[in-house]
């Protein structure tokens, strides 16, 4: 199994990014978004449920990002708007066969396959 995150780059506060997160090698429940900035612990983004397009938010992101799939492609999206400096961070995909439950949905043990990583930096 294979996961490959793109997209991120520097952009001004206030800007937009989409991320893409392709995963190749097997077939998944959920896949999500993770984040960790310098000096923090990793922390939950978004989740979309493969099969049912259910999905989830973090606080922080709810009403500026957005959550997607392309089951033809088995790519997940990420598009983020009104980004601010807190925002910084390396963004993770992550993704695991299992139906995770709700209430685990938001930890990143849930997961047994991740992408590498790509890094988002929004200047203030």
């Known amino acids: 199994v294979q996961l490959q995150a793109s997209g991120g780059g520097l952009v001004q506060a206030g800007g937009s990014l989409r991320l893409s997160c392709t995963a190749s090698?097997?077939?998944?429940?959920?896949m999500s978004w993770f984040r960790q900035a310098p000096g923090k612990e990793r922390e939950f983004v978004a989740a979309?449920?493969?099969?049912?397009?259910?999905?989830y938010y973090a606080d922080s992101v709810e009403g500026r990002f957005t959550i997607s799939k392309d089951s033809a492609t088995n790519t997940m999206f990420l598009q983020m708007n009104s980004l601010n400096p807190e925002d910084t961070a390396v963004y993770s995909c992550a993704a695991d066969s299992r139906r995770t439950i709700l209430s685990q949905i938001r930890f990143p043990g849930s997961y047994a396959y991740w992408g590498q990583g790509t890094q988002v930096t929004v200047s203030s």
């Open positions: 979309i449920r493969w099969r049912e397009r259910h999905t």
């Open positions: 090698g097997g077939t998944f429940s959920t």
